[in-house]
């Protein structure tokens, strides 16, 4: 039994969703508050490079893709950044 791309995508966006939420409910005392947010950060960036190569068929387009992928890239570090502020300053 084969699965088309959509069907294969939207099980891999179920499954770093599953992974985002028992990240943030069950590893946030072990792992502390910044590490959990950024491994939600990373699961939300996966899930939004899924969305756009597939759902939104990108991956026809590699130029654009990559593109895209180098600005949410850099969207999501600056946001970790805005995230890590309050736990680095004194």
Do not use: H
């Not at 899930?47 to 180098?70: C, D, E, H, M, T």
């Amino acid at each position: 039994m084969t699965f088309d791309t959509i069907t294969r995508a939207w099980f891999g966006l179920l499954f770093l969703s599953a992974a985002s939420v028992l990240i943030a409910a069950g590893f946030t005392e072990t792992l502390g508050a910044g590490a959990t947010g950024g491994l939600v950060l990373v699961f939300a960036w996966m899930k939004a490079r899924v969305i756009l190569s597939r759902y939104l068929g990108l991956w026809q387009a590699p130029v654009w893709l990559s593109g895209f992928n180098w600005a949410l890239g850099l969207f999501c570090l600056l946001l970790l950044g805005l995230f890590l502020i309050p736990e680095i300053s004194p």
